[in-house]
């Protein structure tokens, strides 16, 4: 049987899990699950592990000094509650969607749609904000870069760079993720070591003295920790591009957060007993560099920020265009964003769709306010999808492939700690989240007059349940 054919299962379409490379559904190109357990952890680390690091030190440390470090530990604490609900989440399903599908299941289709707006929102946003970044970085190395001219042509051939790679396969994008995600390490573990051997032989230059943070200070620190963290939900969106979401899911979310969390708290470590005022800086890790590696380490610290954004693009234009793709599969966006390439396998729409949205904010916007962006929005996003682990634990029958211990308990903390964090945000981003949320009310009632066919909440929770009875081999 040829690629091309459709493969007849002597079963009912809607119960299909694509599982094989290459098939056709009723005569439409479908996806390639081309991405591995460790393309998927890597595509998390990528995501998680991005130009935040490069910044947030010295704003961390200004709020709780030298004790700063231990709020990247309580921020992780928050996180894995937040990852652990999502974990099994994303084992429930194996369509493309991630925060926006759970949501549309548990709660319909005005929830699932508002929910694709801000995940939407916050992924386009985080990826202007880090080609602003870059751009931003370049300009110490090469001033030219503070031209306007020479930072938009730059954004615009990076974006187009990347948009083709993942338009001409799955594989070739995560490749180069996969690479990133390897290199990006590199300068964060060579600043870990030559820092903490520095404070080891000659001791901290810094005077220590006893601290004392309000709590409205600890909050808002692990406010600016916990978007150090946030992202990893953007590589559950290309599920339906995955070989094994239910099982490789999980363990690619736990993996992510353990790299990631002691790189955050040691990097914080060094940075702060190295510089007598990190708070003065807006490079902490180059300045601290300055003190204990010299120049060399200093152009590996620049390199590294360069390849952590660089990595950043990478994974973002992997996952994020499935976003679209998942809101046109079932049918809450135009149709086009479900196309697949007739070569190869990829929603090529919905990617130059992305592209444009990104190339176009990054232009139009800054790092600060694209970052501001981000943030509520996330918060949200997660809010709804703790949300939605008890409601679906009783619309579905199906044992997932990992099931949280006392998820319904975990679920609550998690909606409980998003809407602390909330607490702590301006009327600027409330009104972007309010604003998104009346463009996603509109989509809402122009898709609703024509009702999704065989791709409803029913439907879905179908495929969820039967989903290992009717699955095809590979």
């Not at 370049?138 to 954004?155: E, G, M, Q, V």
């Not at 190339?359 to 996003?381: H, P």
């Not at 999704?452 to 495929?463: D, P, V």
Request: charged share 10%.
């Amino acid at each position: 049987m040829s690629p091309g054919d459709t493969f007849e299962a002597g079963c009912d379409l809607s119960f299909f899990v694509r599982r094989i490379r290459f098939q056709r559904v009723q005569g439409k190109a479908s996806l390639v699950r081309a991405i591995g357990r460790w393309s998927l952890a890597a595509l998390m680390i990528n995501i998680v592990i991005g130009s935040g690091i490069f910044g947030l030190p010295s704003k961390i440390a200004s709020l709780t000094g030298r004790q700063s470090p231990f709020v990247f530990l309580f921020a992780a604490a928050g996180i894995i509650v937040i990852a652990a609900c999502l974990a099994e989440l994303s084992s429930r399903f194996s369509e493309s969607g991630g925060p926006y599908l759970y949501t549309r299941v548990a709660f319909g289709r005005f929830v699932g749609i508002q929910t694709g707006w801000l995940n939407g929102l916050s992924r386009a946003t985080a990826t202007a904000a880090s080609a602003n970044l870059l751009t931003v970085y370049l300009a110490d190395f090469w001033p030219r870069f503070d031209h306007r001219f020479a930072a938009a042509s730059t954004i615009t051939l990076l974006l187009a760079m990347l948009a083709v790679l993942n338009i001409r396969g799955v594989k070739m994008g995560t490749g180069t993720n996969n690479l990133l995600a390897i290199i990006k390490l590199v300068p964060l573990l060579v600043f870990i070591v030559q820092g903490c051997v520095f404070l080891s032989t000659r001791g901290t230059p810094v005077f220590v003295a006893r601290e004392s943070h309000s709590p409205n200070a600890w909050l808002n620190a692990m406010l600016l920790a916990i978007v150090a963290y946030v992202g990893f939900e953007a590589a559950l969106i290309p599920a339906a591009e995955v070989k094994s979401p239910e099982r490789d899911a999980p363990i690619a979310i736990l993996l992510a957060l353990a790299i990631s969390t002691p790189i955050y708290v040691l990097v914080q470590f060094v940075t702060v007993h190295t510089l007598c005022d990190p708070a003065q800086t807006q490079r902490p890790l180059i300045a601290a560099a300055h003190t204990f590696g010299g120049a060399p380490l200093v152009a590996l610290i620049g390199a590294g920020v360069a390849l952590s954004i660089l990595g950043y693009l990478a994974a973002g234009m992997i996952a994020s265009p499935r976003v679209l793709f998942a809101l046109a599969e079932q049918q809450d966006f135009p149709r086009c964003f479900a196309a697949v390439h007739s070569r190869y396998r990829t929603p090529y729409v919905s990617i130059v769709s992305f592209a444009a949205a990104v190339w176009i904010l990054a232009l139009l916007g800054n790092f600060t306010w694209n970052a501001r962006l981000t943030a509520v929005s996330r918060l949200v996003t997660y809010a709804l999808s703790c949300a939605a682990l008890p409601v679906l634990r009783r619309k579905t029958t199906r044992q997932p492939g990992f099931r949280l211990p006392a998820g319904d308990l975990l679920a609550g903390i998690g909606v409980v700690l998003c809407g602390v964090l909330l607490t702590q945000i301006g009327k600027g981003e409330v009104l972007v989240v309010w604003a998104t949320l009346m463009i996603g009310s509109v989509n809402w009632l122009i898709v609703n007059c024509r009702p999704a066919r065989g791709y409803g909440e029913a439907s879905i929770i179908r495929r969820a349940n039967h989903s290992r009875r009717h699955s095809l081999p590979l």
